[in-house]
């Protein structure tokens, strides 16, 4: 065994890393196929274990399950959408796609049917780690995640190796396994947004780069609707900003600028302090690692100042001034972020504590502000949305480009004064 992290432990396999089974701390998660038994009896032998969890249940994860659980009289837990297939006989090569590929897996891999104890669900905690759903490699995939050294267990959500040729790297697993591919990549999304420091596949060897899988969900293909609701054309979610309002500020004419949705939409979701935003996930051109910004003078306290993104000059926004949020770190050992975003042609970064996940909402998800809240948060709040135990404060971006457009016109004058020639005139 190979100790990746505090009580987490890779079983020796072969080829090596091609099924990944992993015991952290009492947990066995994980069990291969059914050939998998001998191999990880004999390298668990001596330890006292609790319980063996899935990720999810399919052949190459399941296999020895049932031989192990009763071997070592220890419970099986598994997501809660995977308990009728590892429950019932056949339900394993149900839930895939039938063919030659399912046969093949049913007659040497897939393990017999075992109760299972405890069905998982979000939040619930194993061995330390916090169980996250992500359906769509199976229905009932399931996730380990332990933010205090931000080590995540992710199963099929992505394979960091070709399991034909069994060349390393990172990508969807393949269509043939996966039932619901675009859900999948939406389960992807969110566990990049987590920025993990460790990532433990069930196919390929641990990574330790979050950016990688970063850049992979970014070139994933889009979920449907995207490009619609990211067309000006289309009415819901679109809104030309009052002429007025432009002139009161002294900002020239925006033409169209979406607003928060009137349709389902993804959002990105941050933290500032003790609070959590969102902003729609298509206005939101890259999240970049704070980069130095140059302070601009004779700005509202908003603007932080400007930076330079590969030569391109960027005011930044100071979200807790803007926004006037309770103090209070949410930070921890979250790394702060600028998400850059993009309104009518125009980039302005928001300097956030943390970027916390990419979350779906349906409209009727977002309570309108009203009342008292219409003040808060300096007036940015289109409204409030309930997403598990915590509220999140959809910005309403029209405000947030007056202050970034007043931000922008000074950096501009700045930044022309002081380079008239070169856009790079905040390097270093
Ligand atoms: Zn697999």
Request: a neutral charge.
């Amino acid at each position: 065994m190979r100790q990746l992290a505090d009580g987490v432990y890779l079983l020796r396999g072969f080829p090596p890393n091609a099924i990944n089974v992993y015991l952290v701390g009492d947990v066995l998660i994980d069990a291969a196929t059914r050939q998998g038994e001998r191999r990880i009896l004999r390298q668990i032998r001596g330890r006292a274990l609790a319980a063996h969890a899935l990720t999810h249940a399919h052949p190459d994860h399941q296999g020895a399950s049932h031989a192990i659980c009763e071997r070592l009289q220890i419970p099986l837990w598994c997501g809660r959408g995977d308990v009728a297939a590892m429950e019932t006989p056949g339900g394993i090569s149900n839930s895939q796609a039938p063919g030659w590929l399912n046969r093949l897996q049913t007659r040497y891999w897939t393990g017999p049917p075992h109760p299972v104890a405890r069905a998982l669900a979000a939040g619930d905690e194993v061995a330390g780690f916090t169980v996250l759903e992500c359906p769509g490699h199976s229905p009932g995939h399931v996730a380990y995640w332990r933010e205090s050294d931000r080590v995540l267990i992710l199963g099929d959500v992505l394979n960091n190796m070709n399991l034909i040729t069994g060349v390393p790297g990172l990508h969807e697993p393949p269509a043939v396994f996966t039932p619901d591919p675009a859900r999948n990549r939406e389960s992807a999304r969110r566990l990049a947004a987590l920025e993990p420091a460790l990532c433990c596949f069930g196919h390929g060897p641990p990574l330790r780069d979050p950016q990688k899988l970063a850049d992979l969900t970014v070139t994933m293909p889009q979920p449907k609707g995207w490009q619609q609701y990211n067309n000006p054309n289309f009415a819901p979610g679109t809104q030309v900003i009052a002429a007025s309002v432009m002139a009161g500020l002294g900002i020239a004419a925006l033409g169209l600028v979406v607003v928060p949705p009137c349709v389902t939409a993804w959002m990105v979701a941050f933290t500032v302090g003790v609070e959590s935003f969102a902003v729609p996930i298509e206005l939101v051109r890259e999240i970049v690692r704070v980069p130095a910004i140059t302070p601009v003078p004779d700005v509202p306290a908003a603007v932080e100042g400007v930076m330079n993104l590969r030569g391109r000059i960027v005011p930044v926004l100071n979200l807790r001034a803007c926004l006037a949020v309770m103090s209070g770190d949410s930070a921890g050992a979250r790394p702060e972020r600028v998400v850059v975003i993009e309104i009518a042609g125009r980039r302005v970064g928001l300097r956030v504590d943390a970027v916390s996940e990419v979350v779906k909402l349906a409209p009727e998800q977002i309570q309108r502000a009203h009342g008292l809240l219409l003040s808060s948060h300096g007036g940015c709040a289109y409204g409030i949305a309930q997403v598990a135990d915590r509220l999140i404060v959809v910005l309403d971006l029209e405000l947030l480009l007056q202050h970034a457009m007043r931000a922008r016109n000074h950096a501009e004058r700045h930044v022309a004064r002081a380079e008239p020639e070169s856009g790079q005139a905040t390097g270093a």
